[in-house]
């Protein structure tokens, strides 16, 4: 997997795990503030520190010890000294693990700390007796809250991580057994229905003054409680889309080298492993089109490959169509008299010259045959005016030759010969071995008229069909009717010059 090449700082192994400590004290945290709430609310300080010694007694000892257990395998491969398939389901599961640490050590510490007066505990007790319906509902709503948060906490946590680690080491998670929708339901579940459990459980169990303290403890708690769980929920559920939504704004933008890191087990987190799977097909599609075209025409490659019956052919396609066919002269003899390395070189400079002519007037080079070209302009890419478009073409070429000087100061003077017709563009071949090529009467006219050229001492002869089609008469010479081998009638033929 390829990570992504962005410029973030790198942060080290130890801050990385020190992070995750950090978000393992929020339960500690939200407890502490629960405290502070009900002894300002009662009036009581001196409950404070009692009540905080036993929060750090379950909460600091016993989660951190947890968490230490948990984050050790994760630990050693930060450090080098574990695969990541050794870690990778522990990685994948931190969020729940750490949620039940959580729940493991905090619902012994609020029952503890509700049933002091009832086991005659008064080391860290309330101030008074609780009643059975607010026992029930602090021990539900109290843990609960606090399994879910840190849930939230650490996945958002492991979101950092795991872009953290896809950065560096270029891993993903690859497991996915978790389900987003349980996630959000929890989430609406606590955040719904939380406040009005204890509040139902304050109203079953107090009257008074007590019922308005206990109440106003339970409405102030929960609100903290909520905008705690409001952030940490909305940080662990909309990073991940967020950075989906920047992935695929960014393919939209044909950029392909994209890549997301995978950070939870759920649906979410398999959206993004689909995406980096989609995103590599993707360029592999691309790269494939790009290369291909270098051997056949751009247009043919991207409609080989985008046949949805994957044969590997394009489909066939008929059309008219101006043929182009252009042959070196004195290719022969210049090929005696120097030696095959020379030869390529020479021919290689020389397309780099005619090629790219043909290129900007819309033409498409269907096969190199030896020293020379076979090019078509209207198919398989749809050209209007391809006609006039090969023409300019044929004209550009020479005007580019007649100053164009290649190795030990050789010109390389060209004959082209031009004809427009019905051809038809096919995939020929075996299973093993295709070639695409346009095939018809006019292919075979044109290739006739390039030889012509001999005869005439021409550099550019056209068949009538292209000089009427393209409107050219005007700088056109008539130069008669000439038989063609394998045409049944004559061929009337011009030679192009320069437009008036």
């Not at 398939?85 to 029952?111: D, F, K, N, Q």
């Not at 066919?325 to 008299?337: A, N, Q, R, V, W």
């Amino acid at each position: 997997m390829k990570a992504p090449t962005d410029a973030a700082a790198h942060l080290s192994p130890a801050r990385l795990v020190h992070r995750y400590y950090l978000a393992m004290s929020v339960p500690f945290l939200i407890d502490a503030v629960s405290v502070l709430v009900y002894s300002a609310l009662n009036s009581a300080p001196e409950v404070v520190l009692p009540s905080l010694a036993i929060t750090t007694l379950f909460l600091a000892l016993g989660v951190g010890a947890g968490a230490w257990l948990l984050m050790r395998p994760i630990r050693h491969f930060i450090e080098g000294r574990a695969t990541f398939g050794e870690i990778e389901l522990s990685l994948a599961r931190l969020p729940r693990h750490s949620a039940t640490i959580v729940g493991v050590m905090y619902a012994p510490m609020v029952a503890l700390r509700l049933l002091s007066h009832r086991l005659e505990i008064t080391f860290g007790a309330t101030l008074q007796q609780v009643a059975w319906p607010d026992v029930i509902a602090n021990l539900t709503v109290g843990t609960g809250f606090n399994v879910v948060l840190t849930f939230f906490v650490v996945a958002a946590y492991l979101d950092h991580l795991c872009e953290e680690l896809f950065r560096t080491r270029g891993v993903n998670i690859g497991t996915f057994g978790g389900r987003f929708r349980r996630k959000v339901a929890l989430a609406i579940l606590f955040v719904s229905f939380a406040t009005m459990v204890l509040i139902a459980a304050d109203m079953l169990s107090y009257s008074g003054d007590r019922l308005v303290r206990e109440a106003s403890s339970d409405i102030t708690t929960s609100a903290i409680g909520t905008a705690f769980m409001y952030y940490w929920i909305s940080n662990a559920l909309t990073r991940p889309i967020t950075r989906l939504d920047g992935g695929l704004r960014r393919v939209a933008d044909n950029d392909y080298t994209v890549r997301l890191p995978v950070t939870s087990d759920d649906e979410l987190g398999h959206a993004a492993s689909r995406f980096n799977q989609m995103v590599e097909g993707l360029a592999e599609k691309a790269y494939l089109r790009d290369t291909f075209g270098k051997y056949v025409s751009e247009t043919v490659a991207a409609s080989i490959l985008s046949n949805r019956g994957n044969t590997g052919r394009s489909i066939d396609t008929t059309a008219e169509a101006t043929l182009m066919f252009t042959d070196i002269e004195g290719f022969t003899g210049l090929s005696e008299s120097t030696t095959p390395g020379e030869v390529a070189a020479l021919l290689n400079a020389y397309l780099h010259t005619v090629v790219p002519v043909i290129q900007r007037h819309g033409g498409i080079v269907n096969s190199f045959i030896g020293d020379g070209l076979f090019v078509s302009f209207g198919l398989p890419r749809p050209m209007p005016d391809h006609a006039r478009a090969a023409i300019a073409a044929a004209i550009e070429i020479q005007q580019a030759l007649s100053t164009a000087r290649f190795a030990r100061d050789f010109t390389l003077p060209t004959r082209i010969g031009l004809n427009t017709g019905p051809v038809i563009g096919v995939t020929i071949g075996t299973d093993n071995r295709l070639s695409y090529t346009l095939l018809g009467d006019a292919v075979n006219v044109a290739a006739r008229i390039e030889q012509f050229n001999k005869k005439f001492g021409t550099r550019i002869l056209a068949a009538e069909s292209t000089v009427a089609a393209a409107g050219a008469e005007a700088f056109c010479q008539r130069l008669g009717t000439t038989d063609v081998r394998g045409h049944h009638d004559g061929v009337v033929i011009y030679n192009v010059g320069a437009p008036l």
